[in-house]
C-alpha cells in the first residue's frame, strides 16, 4: 500500500527551515512588514480534515500565535479564530495524528490535511461507506424485507421472494430511487409489482435516503430511496467467507446464499451466489369476491405463487500507479415465479382447485432476468485535496409474462402464451471532481424497451437524461444544484379492430408517436445542527425539484395485470415540481442506556401525477373502468420516531410512523397512502449468547382513500424471535404473525380482489462467517 502524504495546507506550508528563510528574503525584498498582514488578517476559520480520506476531524486544539488563542473543531472539522494583533502561524494538535504548525499565508480562509499517524501499517486503504447525502440512515438485518416494515418511513412491498420493492412515504415504483453503487436501478420500475432483482445478502451495506430533490440520487428520488453498496476490503489481510440458510415454515421457502472475498496488499476481490425455491403462499382465507362472483381456496393457499429464484455477483478493487484506484463488478440474476390465476383475466373455480406442486408453477407465470457490468476508476488526493472519479455501467434486463391465451373484447385468441415482453438496455455514466469544498460533476443514463405480447401494455421506447450537477459545503451548510435535461421518446401501435362476428372493422390505435424534450433540476439547501452542550445532532434541508413523467405514464394503454386495472397514459403531462422540508434529529451517545431519532417533512406538489378513474369503461370485460394519469396539486406531511431503552440484560424500542397525503382541490387522499403504523419490540439477553424477543406491529385503519377507493382495517400483528450465537455461527429463529391474523394490506394491489397478506410462517436460519487473517510482512 502507498504511504499517505504528508500534512498540506491550503496556505503556505512551514515545515521545514528552507520555507522559514524563503519566506524571510521575500519579504525583505518588497520591504512589508510582517505587522502589516497580521493587522489585514486577524481572523482565521476553515477545516481541518484527514489526509487522503477527507474525512472532518473533530476536537481538533487549533492554537493561534502569537496571542495563544485556542479553539477546537466541530464535528464537521470546522474551526474560527481571532487574534486582535493579528496571526502569524496556527498550531493544530489531534490525537493519533501528527501536530502540524503552518503559516497562513494571504487570505482568511485556511484549510489543513493532517497526517494519521497509523500510516506505516501494511494495510489496504478502507474507503468510507457513508453515503453522500447526510441524511441517509444504515438499515441491518437478515431479511430486508422486515428491515423495511420495522423502519418508520418504510414497507416492502409483497411480490414474492424473489422480487424487491420497497414503498417509502407512500410512494413506489419510479418515484423511488434504487441504486446499487451509485447507479440508479431503471429495469421495469414503472409498475408496483415490477420490483428490483438483487439480493441484499450479496451486498456490503444498505442505506436508505428520505424525501425527494437528493443530487446524486437522480431526478427519480421524490419519495427518497435505498443506496446498496458492494463489499468493501477488510481492515486486515485475508479471506472473509460469509455463508446464510435458511427454511421458512408457512410457504415452504428455503434460501441459502454464500460470499467469498479476499483482501490483500493493493488488491481485493469478491465472489457470491444465493438462490431460493419457494412454495405457494399461505394466507388465513378460505374464499374471496371478484366482480360479484365467490371462490374458494384449498388449504388456504394462494395456487401457482410458488418459483424460484438465482443471483450471483463478482467484483474486484486493485491499486494503480499514482495512487489511483479501479473497481469492476458484474451481477446476474433469474427469478421464475407464478401469478395467482386471478391477477390475468377472471379466475376460474377449477384452476384455483388444481393440485399444488411444491416449488413449480404453471401459467400464469413470469419470467425476469438482468445482467450488469459496473466499472469505475478514481484519481489519489492530490496537495489541494482534488481527486477525480469516472463511473460507467450497462445493464440488461428482460421480463417476460406468459398467460393462457384469451381475446380482449371480439376477435380471435392469441395463438401464443407470451403476453407480454419487455427487453431493457440501460447505461449510466458519471464523471465527478471533488475538492475539499464541494463536489460538481455529469450524469448520463439512458434507457432502451422493446416490448411485444399479444397483452399491449406499453409502446417500444427510449429515454435519456443528462445532468450537471454540482454541491458546496460552507462552514455548516450544503449546497446543491443539479440542471437536467430529459428526452422520452416513444413508438407509435395499433391493432385491426374486430366486430361481434370476427370480421376486421378498422384499426385500434393504442400508442402514438412521441418525442419530448423536458428540462427541469433541483436546488436543496442544507445545514448540519449540533447545539453545543446538547446531547443531540441533525439536519434541517429545504429542496426544490422537478420529475419528469415516465415513460409508463406518458405511453401506457392496457390492462396491467400488477393493479388489475385497465390503465392509459397522457403524452402531454407536464413535469412535477415541487418544493420539500425536512428535518432530522438523533440523540448522541448516552451512558444512560436509551437513544431516539425523529424525522419530519412537508411536501407541496404542483402537476403531481396520479392515477385516478375515468368516466369511460375498458373495451375488455374484466378491466372495468379505464384509469388515466393525470396532474393534480397535492400536499404531502409526515412523522416518523424511533426510541430504544436498555436496562440491564433488557431492550425495549418503539418505531412509529404517521402519513398525510392529499389532493388539494377535492381533499381526498393519494392512491394507497400508507397508514400510521407503531412497531414494538422488547428483548431481553437470558445469557451470553440466548436472546429473547417479543414484537408487535400495530397497523391503523386506513381511511384516507383516493376516489373509488376502499378503506381497509386496521391489525395487530404479533411476533417471537430467538437467537443463539456460537462460535461455529448464530442459529435463530423468527415467529411472524403469531396469531395468525387476517389483514388486507392497503399498499398491495391484491387487496382489489380481497385477498389478505401472508399469513403465520416460522423462519430457521443459520448464518456464520469465517475469516482468515494473514500477518503483514
Known sequence: MRAIPPAHAAGVGACGVIWRILLAFFLVLNGTQIKAQKDLFSERN?????????????????????????????????????????????????????????????????????????????????????????EAQRLSGFDLMQALDRTPGLQSLDLGDAMMQPVVRGLVGSRVAFLEDGVPQQGGRWGADHGVLADPDLYGSMEWVPGGGHLWMGPESVGGGLR????????????????????????????????????????????????????????????????????????????NTSGRSMHG????????????????????????????????????????????????SGIPQQHATRTQLTGQWKSATNVLGKSQSLKASVAWNQRLELAPPHAHGWGPEPDSDLSLSLKEWTGFLESTSRGPHGTWGMQLEGLAVATAGWEFLLPSHCRLRWSILGEKSIGRHKLGIRADLVGAEQVGHEEPLYDA???????????????????????????????????????????????????YELGAHGVHHGTFRFEQGNAALPSEKSVEARFQARSLASKAGWNWNVKAFSALHRD????????????????????????????????????????????????????????????????????????????????????LTVSCRAIADATLTARNEAPTEGALLWGLGWSLARRVGTWSINLHNASNTAWLDHTSAYRALGLVAQGRWMQLSFTTSVKQSKKNK
Open 608 to 691: 403531481f401525477i396520479a392515477l385516478g378513474p375515468s368516466g369511460t369503461f375498458a373495451p375488455i370485460s374484466h378491466a372495468g373502468q379505464v384509469y388515466t394519469f393525470e396532474s393534480v396539486n397535492a400536499f404531502r406531511t409526515g412523522l416518523e420516531a424511533s426510541v430504544q431503552v436498555t436496562k440491564g440484560v433488557w431492550l425495549a424500542s418503539a418505531d412509529g410512523s404517521l402519513l398525510g397525503q392529499w389532493d388539494v382541490e377535492t381533499g381526498l387522499g393519494l392512491p394507497f397512502t400508507t397508514p400510521a403504523q407503531l412497531h414494538t419490540v422488547i428483548g431481553r439477553n437470558l445469557n451470553q449468547n440466548h436472546h
Open 46 to 134: 476553515g477545516h481541518i480534515l484527514r489526509s487522503e480520506s477527507q474525512v472532518p476531524l473533530q476536537d481538533v486544539l487549533v492554537v493561534a500565535w502569537p496571542c495563544a488563542q485556542t479553539t477546537t473543531t466541530d464535528r464537521f472539522g470546522f474551526y474560527q479564530i481571532e487574534c486582535s494583533e493579528g496571526i502569524d502561524s496556527i498550531t493544530c494538535t489531534a490525537l493519533h495524528h501528527e501536530t502540524l504548525t503552518i503559516l497562513p499565508g494571504i487570505g482568511d480562509h485556511l484549510d489543513i490535511w493532517l497526517k494519521p499517524l497509523e500510516v506505516q501499517l501494511n494495510l489496504v486503504a478502507i474507503e468510507s461507506l457513508r453515503s453522500p447525502e447526510a
Open 501 to 551: 362476428v370476427g370480421a376486421i372493422v378498422g384499426s385500434d390505435r393504442r400508442a402514438s408517436a412521441m418525442r419530448r424534450l423536458i428540462p427541469g433540476g433541483m436546488a436543496s439547501w442544507l445545514v448540519n445542527l449540533g447545539p453545543v452542550m446538547a446531547a443531540w445532532t441533525g439536519t434541517a434541508s429545504v429542496t426544490a425539484y422537478t420529475r419528469a413523467p415516465s415513460n
Open 228 to 303: 446498496l453498496t458492494s463489499p468493501k476490503p477488510s481492515e486486515t489481510l485475508g479471506t472473509e467467507t460469509a455463508f446464510g440458510a435458511s427454511f421458512r415454515f408457512g410457504d415452504q421457502r428455503f434460501k441459502s446464499h454464500v460470499l467469498h472475498a479476499v483482501t490483500k496488499d493493493s488488491r481485493f476481490w469478491y465472489l457470491g451466489v444465493s438462490g431460493s425455491a419457494f412454495g405457494n403462499q399461505n394466507i388465513p382465507q378460505a374464499s374471496f369476491r371478484y366482480i360479484g362472483r365467490s371462490y374458494a381456496l384449498t388449504d388456504q393457499l394462494l395456487p
Open 313 to 360: 455477483t463478482a467484483g474486484f478493487e486493485r491499486s494503480v500507479s499514482k495512487g489511483g484506484k479501479i473497481e469492476a463488478s458484474m451481477r446476474v440474476s433469474d427469478v421464475v415465479q407464478g401469478l395467482f390465476p386471478g391477477i390475468v383475466g377472471v379466475p376460474r373455480q377449477g384452476d384455483l382447485d388444481a393440485p399444488s406442486q411444491t416449488y413449480r
